[in-house]
Nanobody
Framework: QVQLVESGGGSVQAGGSLKLSCAVSGVIPSICGMFWYRRAPGKERELVSSITNSGSTYYADSVKGRFTISRDNAKKMLYLEMNSLNTEDTAMYYC??????WGQGTQVTVSL
């Protein structure tokens, strides 16, 4: 059974940084892409960033230059380093694998 568990969320002031982690348990295909999504209150879910098994990355325009996604296949971990956070980054952040497996989310709150 595959499980994804996010951690690292919290409350931070604008301009601050957080690093999210996603631990994968169980077996997923090694070719799986991995994703970070977020859902802000009253808004639709948004793809924040993704990374392929070979390391190719994608970033939403809103986070480009501020967020960095990475993965450690050996440790079965996915990361999202977030810098220069602003209030619009406030959301529940979810990791996903293969677009089929999802975590429960970790809350990020950015205040002025």
């Amino acid at each position: 059974q595959v499980q994804l568990v996010e951690s690292g969320g919290g409350s931070v002031q604008a301009g601050g940084s957080l690093k999210l982690s996603c631990a994968v348990s169980g077996v997923i295909p090694s070719i799986c892409g991995m994703f970070w999504y977020r859902r802000a209150p009253g808004k639709e879910r948004e793809l924040v960033s993704s990374i392929t098994n070979s390391g190719s990355t994608y970033y939403a325009d809103s986070v480009k230059g501020r967020f960095t996604i990475s993965r450690d296949n050996a440790k079965k971990m996915l990361y999202l380093e977030m810098n220069s956070l602003n209030t619009e980054d406030t959301a529940m952040y979810y990791c996903a694998a293969c677009s089929a497996y999802w975590g429960q989310g970790t809350q990020v709150t950015v205040s002025l």
